[in-house]
Structures are given as C-alpha cells and as structure tokens.
C-alpha cells in the first residue's frame, strides 16, 4: 500500500503498477507530480492508465507542458492509450504530440504538417489510421487530441473513411466486401486522409464544451444483453424490449433519464427480472448519451474534401459508436426549399427571384392546409423574400409549378441517396411503396430523411457555383508496395447554372443578415445560409457556407422528441462559434458574381419592368431571364410620361408602352395600394419580423422569436418522415419553418 509520495520512487524503479495503483488512490494531487523529474514513458504511462488521459487534451494542462519537456521543447512522440500490452513509440519525423489508438487492427495516428494530408500508415501489414495530431503556430508545445478506446470523434472518423475505402475497393476494383475488408485491415495499404487537424480541434472543442448546450440535460439509453437461459439457449435482449418492459408500469417511458444513475437503475430491475429464472449473463452493453444531440460536418466546397466531421456530444465508449454526421437520417426541413424547389425554378422554369406568388391561405390536394410558421400570410411574395423568410406557402405554390418530380430529380443531382422513389426498393414491410414526389417535399417532407454529410455536400454545390463533389474522404490510396491503388480527384458534375448559384446565394445571404439565420452572421466572414425547423421542432438545422467553407450542424433528440424551447437556438451557436475560429486570419471577401447575372429595376409585384406606379425594387438576374416586358397591373400615366428608362450594365430598355388591359384609360386606381401595400408587405413586415427581432433579442428567445416571424420556428414537418412520403393524405399536413 503506497503513499503518494512513493509514487516518483516506484516508477523510476520500474514499479510502474505500484505508481498507477498509489496514483489512481489520490488523483487529485496530479499537478504535484514533476514530470519532468520522470522518465517519459513512465510518466506517460503512468497518468494515462491512471485515467486521467484528458490531461493531455489541453495545451493549459500540466501535462500538456510537462511531457516531453526535455531541454524546454516537446518532443514528437505517440502518448499511450490506457490499453493492455501497449507500447510507447517516437515518431521523429512528425513535429507534434499524436494520440496512438490500439483498438482492434487500429494502431495509430499521426498528421504530416508539411503536406496538410493525415496519413493512414502502415505498420506490420496491418492498419494504423494517422490523423489528428497538430502543432500550435502560438506555442511551443503540441496539443493532443484524446482518442482512446473511441473516447473521442477520431474513430468515427476512422470508420467513415474505411467504410468509404472498402466500398470503393469493391466499386472501382472489384473486390467482393471480405476481400476489401481483408485488404484494409491486413494488407498493408497506406491512406491519404482529406481531414485537416486545425478543423477538427475547433468542432472537437467546441462539442466538448457544456456551456454550448442547454443547462437541462437528459441521458438517452442504449442497451444490449445476451443471456444464456437454464436451457442453454443464448437470448438478445434489447433497448426497445427494455422500453416496452417498463411501459407496463409507465405508458410515457421514453429511455431519457435525468440522470445515468437513475437510468441504470431501471437497468438492473430489468435485468433481474430476466436473471429471475437462474439465466446468466453473456454480454451487455449500457451507455449513455447525452441530450439534446447534435451533429457537424465541414466540407471544402472548392475540393469536395470533408475537413472535419462529428458525430455527437458527449464521451464515446466504443469504437463503432454511432455517428450522427454520417449513420443517420434525419427530416431536412426548409434547407430542402431551396435545393427541391428554388434551384429548379430559376434554373430552369423561367423564374427569377422577383417571381411572385401569393402568400395566402392555401391547401394541398387533398385540402390539409399549408401552415406557414408564422400563423400569418405576407400577401404578394417574392421568391427573395420567401427564402428569406421562410416562407411555406410560396415554396408549396412554387414547387406544383416546378413539380414534385423534377424537384426529386434534382435531389438526386445533388447527391442525395437516402430518397424515395417509389420504386420496389422503396416497399416496406407492409407491402407500401413509398415516394418523395410530393408537394411537402418542399418543405423537406421526406420518408426516411437525410445525413448531414450529404445536406453539407448539397450546399457546398451551391457554393462551388453550382458543381457538385461527392464528399471526399481521402485523396489516394497505396499498396504494401506503394504504388497508388485508388486516387481520388475533386472532379464532379454541374447541377446548377454558375448564375443560379450566385442568385440563391444573394438571397441566402439575406436568410443571415435579415432574415430567419440572423443569429449565424459572423464578425470575420460573409455567409449566406438556410435555416431548418420541423415543425415539432425535432430537427433543426443551419447550413450556411462562406466563400471558403461550407457547414452543416443539426441538432434533436436521439429518440425523435420535441426540443423544449429553451433548446432551440444552440446549434446556431456551435456553427457560429466553429466557424468564426475556422476563419480566423482568412481574408473576408464577397461570393464572385458571374458575368451572366445582371442587376435591374422592376415592379415588386409582377417582377416585370416598372412603370410609373409601380412598387420598384432592383434585383439581380441571369441575363436570359431579364424581363423585357412591362408591368400590366398599376397605373402608368401617358404614354410619354408613363414610360422610363430602366438600365443594366449592358443595355437600356426602352420600348413602346403596352396598354393595360384592365385600365386602357391609365386613371388613378391601384397607385397607393400598388406602392404601399407592396412596400410594407416585402419589405418592412420581413426584415423587421425575421431580423430585427431575432437578432436584437439574442439566441435564446431572440431566435426564436425571429424565427417565428420570419418563418422558421413555428412550422415543421408534421408527420415529415414516414407520413410525409405518402402521396396524398399523409403528407398534407406536412408545415416547416
């Protein structure tokens, strides 16, 4: 039994054991320990398998400055995780502190900074995954981030990118999925990773954060046994069987607990009641997650490279944790409007974002009404300010024009693979073929939902002027030999007009300045974004991109549950707080204008060119779609004094005056309704509800209340899943933000 002040002695004469056992008694009297006075791999050792390898996450922590502080300078080195039978090693060649994993055939990761590429390297012919290790420019030492046993985002990482290896083995090169797995995980292969360090610490730190969530947290359970009973018979048992269980006594138990202990509590009722009958244990697995959960990803927009992606909050415990960037679909929302139903109408349908419709009460077909968020209507809408604001009604109006299956299609254009197409892969169990070709598709009604990684993707087309890169996690791909096996290459296909691009983007950039995004406006960078509620509020979404990165963040509850209202406004706050340090030290400029858009006068409630009368706004517009002709609902005066000149960078319009047919005479009527009501209606009654309200009252009531104004709390998928891809009746009452 020893002291703590036995502990130096111990480890310097090999006692290692006897250390970590003195050490783990009196964990709190860690910073007392000179490491410097200790032989690096025993110390290491020592305060690592002590469990407290969190002290290396740091660069404040003592021994983030004290390991490896040979002659003042850190030395490059791997710092153990707490695993059986593992070894220390030195990787000269890397100027950074990395984190070696052993879990399984993963052995280790190491980032080669002169390159900026993670290296998955090779050692004894099995895999050892290179990766998130970096160096402060601002500091003389290293900062490690903690992986062990999965305890952090690094394996999920890991796995996306060997799950994206093995299938493009068995795709490009024709292994069965045994032989690629084989290949992988014993063959001596080397992968270039797309992921950069720098990112990855920001989205690392910030989730690991607890003041970027909610004060009220609760703890979702996952469980599994297996049981053999006195027959010999091995049982599985299940979360859903647990739930189930305890509903007999409680039809409102949900596995959210207030606490792990309370949750474990029901734990072992329930597994005593299957022990009863003299069953004794095989495994079981329990873990914990906290909640409400959110989920990011990171892509170049330029390269399709994914620079960072995580998973979920709170600690992992398990190397094949889920990953909720890339493992899970969720209900997409509003960001769905712009990609179903605005992309296609100005692309191809002749519409521009001066297109109006009206904002009015509205139904589907089967007569469920179209709920905007806002429980109002706005009259005459542009396409502008119906993004802006968020707007249900314009965007169900506007995708029965483009129509639902031309909007699938352009889903599928943009990457998505989780859709509905009413074909027989889409049959259920039940005999039910399901499609997404449906009016609430506008509204993101979806019948399995998205990934996050996928929507990220989606957007970042838009911001690479409309040319899609399939998400790219790793550039190449090396033989034992190494020779280049797989390369991957940044080429993708254009979905959208370079000019379609640029005009969604002008107008999302109102969604951040004025409109429903307000609260995801950053001080060091342009951004324009798009905005997503259901309208339960389980799924909240912000997608938003700069002019060099785009990112996604969702945020909800494991189990599909409602957000309370205090837990509406955080993901926000993670994407503003990850990209603002993600830009840090970048030049801020505005997105490229193409030489195919052009910027014009017209009337506000037509989108043609404005006569005398009219309400006149000026909007930007491809150059094949500038209107040419005028505006047949105000008064124009005489012809003389009616008509105007209306100029562009490149020609004047100025052509004869076409009568009205309504009023041929031209007196006064319509003049004060026309200016006034299309004044206060687009303008004023948008931004002020969806900007200045949200924006002046802050992120928590703030958003929400411009949100709601604007068009982005109140709505929602109703039903938005699985009734939202039926064909009529079940997707009607689908409303969003």
Request: proline share 4%.
């Amino acid at each position: 039994d020893m002291s703590f002040d036995g502990i130096i002695p111990a480890v310097k004469s090999g006692q290692v054991d006897l250390g970590i056992a003195a050490f783990t008694k009196t964990p709190e009297r860690a910073e007392e320990i000179d490491f410097s006075d200790l032989y690096e791999k025993s110390a290491q050792l020592l305060i690592v398998k002590a469990g407290n390898a969190d002290l290396y996450s740091t660069k404040e922590s003592l021994a983030g400055q004290k390991v490896g502080a040979q002659k003042g300078t850190i030395q490059s080195q791997l710092i153990q995780t707490a695993l059986p039978d593992s070894e220390l090693f030195e990787l000269e060649k890397y100027p950074a502190l990395a984190l070696e994993v052993q879990n399984g055939n993963i052995a280790g990761l190491v980032v080669d900074q002169a390159v900026g590429e993670s290296l998955i390297a090779t050692s004894n012919g099995g895999l050892e995954v290179s990766n998130f290790a970096f160096t402060s420019e601002e500091a003389s030492f290293g900062k490690a981030v903690v992986a062990a046993k999965g305890s952090e985002d690094l394996l999920a990482e890991v796995n996306t990118v060997i799950d994206q290896v093995v299938n493009d083995l068995m795709n490009i090169k024709g292994y069965t999925r045994t032989q690629a797995q084989n290949l992988v995980y014993s063959g001596g292969l080397s992968i270039y990773t797309t992921q950069d360090a720098r990112i990855q610490s920001i989205l690392d730190e910030e989730y690991a954060d607890p003041s970027n969530y909610p004060d009220y947290v609760q703890y979702a359970l996952d469980y599994a046994l297996t049981v053999k009973n006195p027959q010999g018979e091995e049982v599985n048992y299940s979360k859903e069987m647990l739930k189930l269980y305890f509903q007999n006594e409680d039809p409102e138990f949900d596995l959210l607990f207030d606490s792990q202990e309370e949750g474990q509590e029901y734990v072992d009722r329930y597994k005593a009641s299957i022990l009863a009958d003299g069953s004794t244990v095989v495994a079981e697995r329990v873990s914990f997650a906290p909640q409400p959960q959110s989920s990011m990803s990171v892509i170049d927009q330029h390269t399709g490279y994914v620079k960072a992606i995580i998973g979920g909050r709170g600690e992992k415990t398990a190397s094949l944790t889920l990953n909720r960037a890339t493992d899970t679909t969720r209900q997409p929302g509003s960001t769905f409007k712009i990609l179903s139903t605005y992309a296609p109408a100005l692309n191809e349908k002749g519409m521009t974002l001066a297109t109006t419709f009206e904002d009015e009460p509205y139904n589907y077909p089967d007569g469920s009404p179209v709920n905007n968020a806002s429980k109002s209507y706005g009259g005459t809408t542009t396409i502008r300010k119906a993004i802006q604001n968020s707007v249900n009604v314009v965007a169900v109006k506007c995708l029965e024009e483009v129509t639902p299956q031309l909007g699938l299609q352009y889903l599928d254009n943009f990457g998505f693979t989780t859709l509905a197409h009413g074909t027989e892969a889409d049959r259920d169990a039940n005999g039910t073929v399901w499609t997404d070709a449906n009016l609430p598709l506008a509204l993101g009604g979806l019948t399995h939902g998205v990934t996050n990684v996928e929507l990220c993707a989606a957007y970042a087309a838009i911001a690479n002027s409309g040319n899609y890169i399939e998400p790219i996690y790793y550039t190449k791909i090396l033989d034992h030999n190494g020779n280049v096996l797989i390369e991957k290459n940044s080429a993708g296909r254009s979905v959208i007009k370079e000019s379609t691009a640029w005009l969604l983007t002008s107008a999302m950039e109102d969604v951040v300045t004025q409109g429903t995004g307000t609260a995801c406006q950053l001080d060091n960078m342009t951004v324009a974004g798009k905005t997503g509620t259901t309208d339960a509020y389980n799924d909240l979404w912000f997608v938003g991109y700069t002019p060099y990165y785009t990112c996604a963040v969702w945020s909800g509850y494991d189990n599909n549950e409602k957000l309370p209202e205090d837990a509406r406004n955080f993901h926000k706050n993670l994407w503003k707080k990850v990209m603002t340090r993600i830009h840090e030290g970048l030049e801020d400029r505005d997105f490229d204008m193409p030489a195919s858009v052009d910027k014009i006068s017209v009337c506000e409630e037509t989108g043609l060119l404005p006569r005398a009368g009219c309400p006149v706004i000026t909007e930007y517009f491809d150059i094949g779609d500038i209107p040419t002709d005028y505006c047949d609902q105000h008064f124009y005066g005489d012809d003389e004094s009616g008509m105007q000149e209306y100029t562009t960078e490149e020609e004047i319009y100025n052509p004869e005056p076409t009568p009205d047919p309504n009023n041929p005479n031209g007196d006064n009527t319509g003049d004060n309704t026309g200016d006034n009501t299309g004044d206060n209606t687009g303008d004023n009654t948008g931004d002020n509800t969806g900007g200045n309200t949200g924006d002046n009252t802050g992120d928590n009531t703030g958003d929400n209340t411009g949100d709601t104004g604007g068009g982005d709390a109140g709505g929602g998928d109703t039903g938005g899943g699985d009734t939202g891809g039926d064909t009529g009746g079940g997707d009607a009452g689908y409303t969003e933000e």
